[in-house]
Nanobody, 112 residues
Framework: QVQLVESGGGLVQAGGSLRLSCAAS????????MVWFRQAPGKEREFVAA????????YYTDSVKVRFTISRDAVKNTLYLQMNSLKPEDTAVYYC?????WGQGTQVTVSS
């Protein structure tokens, strides 16, 4: 069983920054990807960024490239999402995912 717990969300003004964390427990993470998704009100959940746990290869959706950075700490079993230059359209609940496991989500609200 895998547990994923997100934190770090909040209210920030446009142009500001937030750092999301996803603490993972329950197994050893190896060659699989850990992924950040987000879901805005009235919209489908969408891919944001992913990292291959073993070699830190990263992937981003075009709308967050340059502004967001995904990383992981293998010792702490924690996934991060550094979000800079935030825009109102980044407002959403952010979820981390590992294989079939999802966290509970953390709310990010960006005011204009």
């Amino acid at each position: 069983q895998v547990q994923l717990v997100e934190s770090g969300g909040g209210l920030v003004q446009a142009g500001g920054s937030l750092r999301l964390s996803c603490a993972a427990s329950g197994r050893t993470f190896s060659s699989y990807a850990m992924v950040w998704f987000r879901q805005a009100p009235g919209k489908e959940r969408e891919f944001v960024a992913a990292i291959i746990w073993s070699d830190s290869t990263t992937y981003y959706t075009d709308s967050v490239k340059v502004r967001f950075t995904i990383s992981r700490d293998a010792v702490k079993n924690t996934l991060y999402l550094q979000m800079n230059s935030l825009k109102p359209e980044d407002t959403a609940v952010y979820y981390c995912k590992y294989r079939d496991y999802w966290g509970q989500g953390t709310q990010v609200t960006v005011s204009s």
